[in-house]
């Protein structure tokens, strides 16, 4: 009984996946511009600091960003407060139905200090991030995008410097509504 209720499963899973491609397929290449995006994404160094984002595409081949996270006692850092503010440039590289492949740099200020209340200083900095990812859509929902991201990036606060790699799961990729 498991097996044929997995099978079934499987068998309406791939029905879907093929019934999206025909759809990408009949389409063109994602063309995003002068549209604004609006949505949130997981861009900062210190701790686990989700943002609200902005994007503006001025042409179909470049992108402008903007987020803002703020946390006043995050639980994962101890209670630090954590704070960031950042922008980015974005070149798309090629497009495909649905899908476009950029790459792309940031630069972001950091903070992370005592929550409310609490006794320590405040550790300020920048992030610098070279990156590139997909950005891609589901048929019938076209002006909803997932934005994934890959890259290096140097984080320097007074504690020290950090170099990091860049890679964002489904479960903490951007997404954006564009208008």
Same mark, same amino acid.
């Given at each position: ?44 160094? #210190?701790?686990?600091?989700?943002? #609200?984002? &902005? ?33 980015? &440039? ?90």
């Amino acid at each position: 009984m498991k097996f044929l209720a997995t099978s079934i499963l499987f068998c309406l899973l791939m029905t879907s996946f093929q019934g999206a491609h025909a759809a990408m397929a009949s389409s063109g290449s994602k063309d995003l511009s002068n549209r604004l995006g609006v949505g949130y994404s997981n861009d900062f160094s #210190v701790a686990n600091l989700p943002s #609200v984002s &902005v994007k503006f595409y001025p042409s179909s081949d470049w992108a402008l960003s903007a987020a803002l996270g703020i946390d006043t006692q995050s639980a994962p850092t101890n209670g630090n407060s954590n704070f960031g503010l950042g922008a980015k &440039v974005y070149k798309t590289i090629f497009t495909e139905s649905m899908l476009n492949f950029f790459m792309g740099a940031g630069v972001s200020l950091v903070s992370q200090g005592p929550a409310s209340g609490s006794m320590g200083s405040t550790n300020s900095g920048f992030d610098i991030n070279a990156f590139g990812g997909v950005e891609f859509f589901i048929p019938g929902l076209e002006n909803l995008g997932f934005d994934f991201i890959f890259g290096a990036g140097v984080t320097s606060l007074p504690t020290g410097v950090r170099f990091r790699t860049l890679g964002e799961s489904p479960l903490n990729a951007g997404m954006f509504f564009y208008f």
